[in-house]
T-cell receptor
């Protein structure tokens, strides 16, 4: 009963490096989201995917790309990491009233 | 912009009811009120949601005013484990509709 699984849990990158954050859900949900949360603030939407094969920009998409690989998986890619992207990243899947969140990826860009 | 207004922080004594208010004066007729909480740095956790009727589940009760411009989340017997940031969100219940998280209310349950 995994729910939403994010990998990795922690990551340190150097400025300019690239990486992909992985998210997978086992609840057969249509919609998936990527958020970031900076210290003391609420979550801000980066990108979302309403259904398999579709993606849309959220509030803060600059510097990120996403791929909805299949119904289960929604990945977030940083092509050239910047210190401003230091944050905690949360993936969520949504069905009906509930949004189910992963445990987050703590990313530090130095 | 978040469509809700919540107090920044609240305290509650352990074992007492915690009443968390939320104002959503611009809510539309097809928007639901959702409550989530975030314990420490974990992912947000769903608590309850409602449209216009009061709702109750095993975690909490949700009281929505008749004009739907405000609501209150009630934790009937708060425990130390209920210390968290509580988010009130209004949202149309459709696929693809975003959850807009404001700063929330930081609830501290005191022994």
């Amino acid at each position: 009963n995994a729910g939403v699984t994010q990998t990795p849990k922690f990551q340190v990158l150097k400025t300019g490096q690239s990486m992909t954050l992985q998210c997978a859900q086992d609840m057969n949900h249509n919609s998936m989201y990527w958020y970031r949360q900076d210290p003391g603030m609420g979550l801000r939407l980066i990108y979302y995917s309403a259904s398999e094969g579709t993606t849309d920009k959220g509030e803060v998409p600059n510097g990120y790309n996403v791929s909805r690989l299949n119904k289960r998986e929604f990945s977030l890619r940083l092509e050239s990491a910047a210190p401003s992207q230091t944050s905690v990243y949360f993936c969520a899947s949504v069905q009906g009233p509930g949004a189910f969140f992963g445990q987050g990826t703590r990313l530090t860009v130095v | 912009d978040a469509k809700t207004t919540q107090p920044t922080s609240m305290d509650c004594a352990e074992g007492r009811a915690a009443n968390l208010p939320c104002n959503h004066s611009t809510i539309s007729g097809n928007e639901y009120v959702y409550w989530y909480r975030q314990i420490h740095s974990q992912g947000p956790q769903y608590i309850i949601h409602g449209l216009k009727n009061n709702e109750t589940n095993e975690m909490a009760s949700l009281i929505i005013t008749e004009d739907r411009k405000s609501s209150t989340l009630i934790l009937p017997h708060a425990t130390l484990r209920d210390t968290a940031v509580y988010y009130c969100i209004v949202r149309v219940a459709n696929y693809g509709q975003n959850f807009v998280f404001g700063p929330g209310t930081r609830l501290s349950v005191l022994p």
